[in-house]
Each structure stands twice: as C-alpha cells, then as structure tokens.
C-alpha cells in the first residue's frame, strides 16, 4: 500500500510540475509576441522559439527521466520574469486622439477645476471636432451619480462608466479606459500582457455616450444609483485623485485586475469597506444585477424592469449631433 501511494504521489507531482510547465511556458510565447521588441516578424520568432525550447526540454525530461531539464526551465523562465518586470508604462507614446490627454483636478474647498474635458463632436470614429475643455464644478451642488454601462458584443461584458449630475444640468462622466496609440484596435488578450496604459477620462455625455451608441453601434444602459451627497462627493473626489496620480505615475491597463470596473470598485471600497467582491466586477454585463443585490440601485424595481427603464440607446441615436439636451433626452422616459 506505500508503494502504491508513492507511485500516485509521483505520477501527481509529475502531472502538476508539467501542468504548470506548460501553463507558464505559454505564457511566456504569449509575453514575447506582445512585447518583444521589433516588427511582427521578429516578436512571432521569439515566441515560437520559446515554445521550442520548452517542448525540447520537455521532451529531454521525458526520455532521459530526468529533472534537470526543469531546473533549466527554472532558469529560462527567471531570465524571462527579470524582462518582463522591466517593462514599464512610459506616458509618452503617439497617442490615439481620443486619449491623447489625460484629465487632471484641482481642489479648493467644494470647488473642483477639471483640465482637459473631453467634449468631441463625432461624426465617425475617424471623422470628428475634438475639443479639450478647463471645466469648473461645485460638489456642494453635487446631485446625482448613474452608472452607464454600453454593450458592444456578449451580454456577459460592457464597459461602466459613472456619470455625476448637478444642480444646474451640467454633467461629467468619468471612464477608465485603455490608452490606444495612434492606429492601434484593442485586444483583450493583449490586455493581459501590457499591451495597452491606462487612461482616466473625463467627457460630456454627449461626447462619450453619444460615440459609443451612435457611432460605434454600442447598446447603452444608464442607473440611477443611491449614494448620498457625500458619498457622492467622496466618489468623485477619488477619480480626481486617480487621475492626478495616474497622470504622474503612468501604469498598464489589465483585462482582470485593472479594468474600467474593478478600479471603480476599489475606489468605492474607500468609501463602503464592506462592499463584496463578486465575479459580477468581472463579467461587467452583469453588474446591474450586482448593483441591484447590493442596493446600490432602487430594489424595489425587477432588474430586468430597470433594464428596460435604463437602455438608452434609441433615444441617444434619436437625438441630433450637437444637441443642447442630449442629458435630458436620454433620460426622458426611463
């Protein structure tokens, strides 16, 4: 019987060390064709050969039943580690137009300065005004917050952004988004391995809500949420703080752990510690039902009814380019 559980603790140990050899020999002709240096050519080389060389040692390990082929992994594989930690966000590429500028706050007593306000007129996703704005907002006027989420292919992922509403009509929205170099489409693959930084933006609805229904055929959804004036405030105050540090301290976007809604929670966890993780922050298409379960909006309403009250995206295509009442008429109705 101890032979027998030797033979299976062997045979599980094998099974879990070459598991893992693969797992991280993937990754690792995954990093090379992303970040290599050099044209598509040389970064398809350098993955390939990777790939070789731990299939050749595989092999190796096999017919001569030995590890030492393992330990030489080890080694390749902490040469490759050192590399790819010494890769960084640099902040100063040929950036897309759309996210060639990064917003910044300023903050005396309630009064908040926002530079570089995204206000664009678009016509196409390459047909469009851009406009950069300097906008002033007081949070003691500070009087709604919705959540907008659009939908561009499965319903199980959208991108979430929030929308802060004042007393007088104005509104900003607030979007973390990848920060696409002049020319570049995004990849959620490529996200994983810092393909793309981050990029904190701030933009009138009519420009960032509007681009994705009405020119990039995006569904949209917004939430109303329940947060009180402070919470509110505290809210906004935190994406004028990640924005001031991200723009001193650029840092890569990631499909997982720092995407437009993860950040958004963390954030909210400064404010609500108690608030739980849930695989919803994940698969953002479903986070109205998270929302919902964590009363974040009216729970007296169905979800699928706040659905149906919150899609937007007719009355955005509905409404003309350059509009005064783009606000109100995507909320008309809902």
Not at 7 to 36: H, K, T
Not at 179 to 185: A, N, T
Not at 236 to 256: D, E, K, M, W
Request: hydrophobic letters at 45%; charged letters at 20%.
């Amino acid at each position: 019987m101890t032979r027998k559980h030797g033979v299976i603790g062997r045979a599980a140990l094998f099974a879990v060390v070459w598991l893992a050899s693969f797992v991280s020999g993937a990754w690792g002709a995954m990093a090379l064709w992303y970040q290599l240096p050099g044209n598509a050519t040389v970064r398809t080389l350098g993955g390939t050969l990777w790939a070789l060389a731990v299939i050749a040692l595989a092999a190796f390990a096999i017919v001569r039943r030995s590890w030492l082929p393992l330990g030489a992994y080890a080694a390749m594989y902490a040469l490759l580690l050192l590399w790819w930690a010494s890769i960084s966000p640099s902040g100063m590429r040929v950036w897309a137009d759309d996210v060639a500028r990064q917003f910044t706050g300023t903050v005396s007593g309630s009064e908040v300065t926002l530079d570089n306000v995204r206000d664009f007129d678009w016509r196409s996703d390459d047909d469009y005004d851009a406009r950069w704005e300097t906008r002033h907002y007081d949070l003691d006027h500070l009087a709604s917050a919705d959540a907008v989420l659009s939908y561009w292919g499965s319903r199980a992922i959208a991108h979430a952004m929030i929308s802060f509403g004042f007393d007088d009509g104005s509104r900003v929205v607030f979007s973390v988004e990848i920060r696409r170099q002049r020319g570049e489409q995004y990849s959620p693959i490529g996200g994983f391995f810092k393909q793309f930084e981050t990029v904190l933006v701030a933009a009138d609805e009519h420009d960032i809500i509007r681009v994705r229904t009405n020119v990039r055929g995006e569904d949209d959804y917004l939430y109303p949420l329940r947060m009180d004036k402070a919470a509110m405030r505290a809210l906004f105050l935190s994406y004028v703080q990640a924005a001031n540090t991200l723009a001193g301290r650029p840092a890569f976007y990631n499909t997982i752990t720092s995407n437009c809604t993860t950040i958004v929670y963390r954030m909210a966890r400064q404010i609500e510690p108690g608030l739980p993780w849930d695989i919803r922050l994940l698969l953002t298409g479903y986070l109205p039902d998270y929302l919902h379960d964590v009363g974040a909006v009216d729970r007296n309403v169905p979800p699928d009814e706040l659905r149906r009250r919150g899609r937007i995206t007719e009355r955005a295509r509905n409404t003309a380019a350059g509009a005064d009442d783009f606000s109100r008429a995507i909320r008309a109705g809902g």
